[in-house]
Each structure stands twice: as C-alpha cells, then as structure tokens.
C-alpha cells in the first residue's frame, strides 16, 4: 500500500507556540529573581473535553431538540469540537513552595489561536481589560501578556513575594557572629 500521507514530511513545526512564549516569560521572571521568584505555565488534569455520550445519540439528540439535522449534528462534533490544552499561569517563590498566585488561565485547540485568556478580576479591572480575552494572533497575546506583566498588582505580588524570600545572611548590616 502507497502512503497517503503526501508532502507531511515537508511540514514546518510551528515556532512560537503560546506555551513556549509563556515559558519564556517564566524563565526571564526566575532569572530577574534571582532565582527567587518562579513563574509557571502548567497543564491543568482533568479538565472535561469532548463528549461522553456516543456520536450517534448527540447527533439524534440534537436534532430532536433543535431541529437541527443530523448531519448537522455530526459535523458539530468532528474535529476539535470539545477540546481543548488547558493551562494555568501562576506565580510562587523559592521558600514559599505551597503557595500560588493565580493570575490566569489559558486554553486554545489545536490550533494555538485563537486562545482564550481566563484573567484574575483585580488585574483585569487595574488593566481595563475584560476577565474573559480571546487573542486571535501571536501579536495579540504578547500584547495582552505585556499589560498582564505589567501591572502593579501583579508587581505587589512579586514584590511581597521577594520580601519573604530575603536571604539573612546577604542583607546588609547584618551582624556577623564570630564563635
């Protein structure tokens, strides 16, 4: 049997996935930090996607209650119909391992946009921005991103988070006990 699959080996892999940008922005959060503050863009388990109900009975379902057709109702469920990469975005420190900060989350299909951003309300407001942002683009994201990073909530958080991470002994004026 001949492959099918013609001119796959010539496909390109996608540079500048959300997560990989995101992951970035973690490792440049860790190295302003000193190591200090971590930044994570994590999967979320466990998220429903899909649905349970065989394909058979959605599309007789369907097509019951609204009228639609059923292969209307088959097409509805073909492709990514339900799914989804599910992240969330927080931000913790070195010596505070079980605490998170919360700033978003973030999901797109397959395809990386668009993606929607699921934002923490106090950062949203101070940004004027919806809890809800849907990013069509790359650039779209980056910018939404750049207002995220940027606000002073987000900085109160890093800041408290840098005053509980203090290292004694690299303090100044710190009183050296000699034996």
């Known amino acids: 049997m001949s492959n099918l699959w013609k001119g796959i080996e010539k496909l390109e892999v996608l540079d500048g996935m959300p997560k990989e940008l995101i992951e970035q922005q973690c490792d440049e959060l860790n190295k302003a930090t000193f190591g200090k503050i971590i930044a994570r863009l994590e999967p979320i388990e466990n998220v429903p996607s899909g649905t349970a109900a065989p394909i058979l009975a959605i599309s007789g379902l369907l097509t019951s209650m609204s009228g639609v057709s059923n292969e209307e ?3 509805a469920s ?3 119909s339900e799914s989804y990469f599910n992240y969330e975005f927080y931000v913790t420190s070195r010596k505070t391992p079980n605490y998170k900060y919360r700033v978003f989350f973030l999901r797109h299909r397959a395809l990386p946009y668009p993606l929607e951003f699921f934002l923490e309300k106090s950062i949203a ?3 004027s921005l919806e809890t809800k942002i849907i990013c069509n683009t790359q650039a779209d994201m980056m910018e939404v991103l750049g207002k995220i990073f ?3 909530r987000l900085k109160g ?3 408290s988070l840098l005053a509980m991470n203090r290292d004694p002994e690299l303090q100044p004026n710190t009183a050296i006990q000699v034996a």
Do not use: Y
């Open 125 to 127: 407001t101070e940004k």
């Open 157 to 159: 958080v890093i800041q």
């Open 73 to 75: 109702a088959i097409q």
């Open 150 to 152: 940027g606000s002073n």
């Open 78 to 80: 073909l492709g990514d």
